[in-house]
């Protein structure tokens, strides 16, 4: 019988001789994660056993890890601004940047807003976070795909958020007028997919991929998002690190005012902001 800091040791070996990076933080996280123990109490007692009917499943993970499955496809759970979300292949793992995204978002909006649009919702991260920070306005959270939506009603319901659900391609069968659209569009290159690491290649396509140029949905976004703003609304968006200067001309300016691009904690241009006029 192995005691669990032995576990974590071994496991850190096994993950570090696969070329897995970060082994001993991706180990750490792999048992805590397993036995429901924070990393402080892994850590004090260290010199425990290993319950011996976890050794399978531990076995199991490991295996899914080295073939390049995200952990949270893995244990079905991402952290986002405090929360856990469920998630798995059908939707896109929550990234630390759209919690900024919502953020600054919040930090712009002069009052509460009443009704929020979330385009391209995935797992309904960014609309239920705001429909919990804003119990009163009516959130709507669109995708183009029918299985990511029920990952986003999943995730509405363990957050006990009632949110109107509409399976859309942009702004096709949306109606309404909101004074916060707020997206985390597709806006990868597509001649940029064989770029991304073997985790995020388990991400799914529909997600990532923006159009050839990547800003193909923001641009069509920008074009369409005034119909369903009020006077004054707010549209607030995440963009690839390398398109804000080209986002910032899809904005008409008569349609359009205060329109600015903000940086990420990595100091990358990766949100755009513009009021309707
Ligand atoms: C980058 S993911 C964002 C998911 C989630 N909002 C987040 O921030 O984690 C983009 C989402 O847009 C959806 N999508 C792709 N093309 C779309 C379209 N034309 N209309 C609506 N949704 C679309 C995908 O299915 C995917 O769920």
């Known amino acids: 019988m192995k005691t669990v800091k032995q576990v974590v040791l071994d496991v850190t070996n096994i993950l570090n001789s696969a070329g897995v990076a970060e082994p001993a933080a991706n180990a750490e996280f792999i048992i805590c994660t397993l036995l429901d123990k924070s990393r402080t ?4 007692f260290g010199n425990a056993t290993f319950p ?7 076995n199991s993970i490991i295996k899914q890890k080295i ?3 995200p952990l949270e496809y893995i244990f079905n759970s991402a952290d986002f601004l405090g929360r856990k979300f469920y998630v798995d292949e059908r939707v896109l793992i929550p990234r ?5 995204l919502i953020l600054k978002t919040q930090k ?11 385009l391209c ?4 991260c960014i609309g239920i976070s705001l429909a919990l ?3 009163h306005a009516q959130v709507t959270c669109s995708d183009i795909s029918a299985p990511a939506l029920q990952v986003a009603k999943q995730n509405a319901k363990t957050h006990k958020t009632k949110i109107n659900f509409i399976e859309s391609d942009l702004f096709n069968n949306i109606n309404g007028i909101f004074d916060l659209i707020i997206s985390n569009p597709p806006y990868i290159k597509e ?3 064989n770029t991304l690491t073997l985790e995020v290649k388990h991400e799914p396509r529909l997600a990532q991929i923006g159009g050839k140029k990547g800003t193909e949905i923001i641009e069509k976004i920008i074009k369409e998002a005034p119909k369903f703003l009020t006077p004054g609304g707010l549209l607030a968006m995440e963009i690839g690190d390398k398109e804000g200067q080209k986002v910032l001309q899809f904005f008409s300016r008569d349609i359009w005012r205060d329109f600015v691009i903000e940086r990420d904690f990595a100091g990358l241009d990766r949100f755009i902001f513009a009021r309707k006029y």
């Open 41 to 44: 109490e892994i850590l004090a």
């Open 96 to 100: 630390p940047e759209t919690e900024e």
């Open 108 to 118: 712009k909006l002069k009052q509460a807003p009443k009704n929020i649009l979330d």
């Open 191 to 193: 001649d940029d997919i």
């Open 121 to 124: 919702t995935g797992s309904g």
């Open 52 to 58: 011996t009917e976890k050794e399978e499943i531990l």
């Open 133 to 135: 920070n804003y119990p």
């Open 67 to 69: 073939a390049g499955k």
